[in-house]
């Protein structure tokens, strides 16, 4: 999205841009400066989204949050419920265990695992130790989720790395039997928001735009009838039915103890890269 605001200036008047991203694209000068006063449905956004600090610059707000997830655990239905990351290398899962094969994500749990910051973990080598001690139990590297219903589907795997939005869909959509489970270690956490473009010329259509899209209206006919990531609103989750899936899932105490995806400088980001990338090389020697 960032290329195509540098290259196409005046085209778009709302974008949708992840908190990791948000500061980049507002140093950049290609974000307008919002007054969330303008947004009479902001007043129902978790306060810990609303206000996060990703999303400001200088002391200024440059996105609206929007929608939000977390990247933790599923387990199969009718198996113990692990009580922290350590499980995908404990020896009851042998050969039964599916990876994330993302590089932020899965140094985030070998950071978790040892005890450090999984934005800015300073011992590489603690990390890729916990994630190699995996090595046993790896099944399956999974990249998009069509992948990874069919292999649990199909019972390759009973312990996953997954996404708490797909974790409702397949139970809803495929009715496959498990359950999203936050360790002790917290939840990988991320935040999309909603941004008006400095070179937009419909900024007040825009602000319209997006004062609908975290509305609670709509949000509660866009999660029930299609399915939507949770809502970073806490009147629209809260206007769920009690048994929502995604409602279930994304309790509004995991927004506080989630640690969500920062932004990472170009030199961190490789280093990740290239410390998976050595991961998976050992998982397949």
């Known amino acids: 999205m960032?290329?195509?605001l540098r290259t196409n200036p005046g085209v778009y008047d709302v974008v949708l841009i992840n908190s990791a991203r948000s500061q980049?694209?507002?140093g950049e000068?290609?974000?307008t400066p919002l007054d969330l006063?303008?947004?009479s449905n902001a007043s129902g956004l978790a306060p810990a989204l609303r206000d996060n600090a990703y999303l400001k610059t200088d002391g200024k707000l440059y996105g609206v949050s929007w929608v939000w997830g977390m990247n933790a655990l599923a387990i199969r239905d009718g198996m113990d419920k692990p009580e922290s990351y350590a499980a995908l290398?404990?020896?009851e899962y042998k050969n039964n265990v599916a990876l994330f094969d993302d590089a932020v994500t899965m140094i985030g749990v070998g950071a978790f695992l040892s005890g450090q910051d999984m934005n800015d973990p300073k011992d590489l080598d603690a990390v890729a130790e916990k994630l190699k001690a995996m090595k046993p139990n790896v099944k399956l590297l999974w990249s998009s989720e069509d992948q990874w219903n069919k292999a649990f589907s199909a019972g390759e795997f009973d312990l996953s790395v997954y996404w708490s939005g797909a974790a409702v869909r397949s139970q809803r959509k495929f009715q496959l039997p498990l359950h999203f489970v936050v360790p002790k270690e917290g939840a990988i956490g991320w935040l999309d928001s909603l941004s008006i473009p400095?070179?937009?010329q419909n900024?007040?259509?825009a602000a319209k735009f997006i004062n609908y899209m975290i509305d609670p209206k709509f949000y509660v006919e866009w999660a029930t009838k299609i399915g939507a990531p949770a809502s970073a609103n806490e009147k629209?989750?809260?206007e769920l039915p009690a048994d929502d899936l995604n409602r279930d899932i994304h309790k509004p105490e995991y927004i506080e103890t989630m640690t969500l995806m920062a932004p990472l400088p170009d030199d961190r980001r490789t280093a990740f890269n290239n410390l998976w990338q050595e991961v998976k090389a050992f998982y397949a020697a």
């Open 2 to 4: 960032l290329t195509k």
């Open 24 to 26: 980049q694209a507002a």
């Open 29 to 31: 000068d290609l974000l």
């Open 37 to 39: 006063a303008n947004y």
């Open 89 to 91: 290398a404990a020896p």
């Open 198 to 200: 400095a070179t937009s």
């Open 203 to 205: 900024q007040e259509a």
């Open 236 to 238: 629209a989750m809260e």
